[in-house]
């Protein structure tokens, strides 16, 4: 069983909201793309700075990858209204967190 390490050491307020809510967590990041699946740990109610996860603890299914150049939404699943405005959100988060700071 492979583990996978990661970590989102500055997360927005809707981050922690959607890991509690889901257990949405950033699994991939690269230059422009981001890519987040539901992460199944013992507790949702603190958001883990870094986490190291068995691959069989993720929820692959549920997929969401952003690209951030273009700012496509790729869903690998179903979502209800209440979470694809959090979605939507979480996009212009992102574009301010990570396009804006590297023109600056």
Known sequence: ???????????????????????????????????????HVDHYD???????IDEEDIDWDRKIAFDLSSGMVWLNSFYDTDELSLISQLMKELDEKYCNSQNR
Do not use: Q
């Open 46 to 52: 603190t958001y883990p700075l870094s986490v190291e």
């Open 1 to 39: 069983m492979s583990k996978i390490k990661c970590s989102n050491e500055n997360p927005t307020k809707l981050e922690k909201y959607l890991f509690k809510i889901s257990g949405l967590y950033p699994i991939y990041k690269h230059d422009n793309s981001c890519t987040y699946v539901p992460i």
